[in-house]
T-cell receptor, first 116, second 109 residues
Framework: DAGVIQSPRHEVTEMGQEVTLRCKPI?????LFWYRQTMMRGLELLIY????????DSGMPEDRFSAKMPNASFSTLKIQPSEPRDSAVYFC??????????????FGNGTRLTVT | GENVEQHPSTLSVQEGDSAVIKCTYS??????FPWYKQELGKRPQLIID?????GEKKDQRIAVTLNKTAKHFSLHITETQPEDSAVYFC????????FGKGTKLSVKP
């Protein structure tokens, strides 16, 4: 099992550019979560999907952020236009079902985004 | 929605001492409480979890306790070792996982 795969590992971009982060969940997992990690705010849940359907996107900071899950094995998080305050580590995580004792979350290695 | 508070934000102990990290949650519907360890530059990894119908769970040197009435849960690490140094996150879930802000644990040799 390759685990949750995220790409790219690092992204450096200029303010105003579009950024797309990618995630491949563990095969067979039905739930997918996007988190943002910063020193000030810790691990913030941005959005999560269950069976490819967005369940809760109340954590998405603003309209510049969007996420899609076109199929069970792929999800994207897009920021357009990017701003310096978006700089953070973005983690994708997946679980067999909704996060529970028999369905723990497994994290990818994250994408470190720097917006200059 | 759920809100998880975690204390302390930093904790420094001598090797061999115990460390305790405490969390409170707000949503009484939460029924699953995992703890994650994150080493510098790496992803969070699950170290232990507890569900709402259990009051305590132990795995070697780590243990978790849960008080549903008071809505708080704790992580206890005994006989700490330098390799326990990391950031520890508590979380609460009623389907989606909400994390505390983390505790940076430093174990001094």
């Amino acid at each position: 099992d390759a685990g949750v795969i995220q790409s790219p590992r690092h992204e450096v971009t200029e303010m105003g550019q579009e950024v797309t982060l990618r995630c491949k969940p563990i095969s067979g997992h039905n739930s997918l979560f996007w988190y943002r990690q910063t020193m000030m705010r810790g691990l913030e849940l941005l959005i999560y999907f269950n069976n490819n359907v967005p369940i809760d996107d109340s954590g998405m900071p603003e309209d510049r952020f969007s996420a899609k899950m076109p199929n069970a094995s792929f999800s994207t998080l897009k920021i357009q236009p990017s701003e310096p305050r978006d700089s953070a580590v973005y983690f994708c995580a997946s679980s067999l079902g909704l996060a529970s004792w028999n369905s723990p979350l497994h994290f990818g290695n994250g994408t470190r985004l720097t917006v200059t | 929605g759920e809100n998880v508070e975690q204390h302390p934000s930093t904790l420094s102990v001598q090797e061999g001492d115990s460390a305790v990290i405490k969390c409170t949650y707000s949503d009484s519907a939460s029924n699953y409480f995992p703890w994650y360890k994150q080493e510098l530059g790496k992803r969070p990894q699950l170290i232990i979890d507890i569900r709402s119908n259990v009051g305590e769970k132990k795995d070697q040197r780590i243990a978790v306790t849960l008080n549903k009435t008071a809505k708080h849960f704790s992580l206890h690490i005994t006989e700490t070792q330098p390799e326990d140094s990391a950031v520890y996150f508590c979380a609460a879930s009623s389907g989606n996982l909400i994390f505390g802000k983390g505790t940076k644990l430093s174990v001094k040799p």
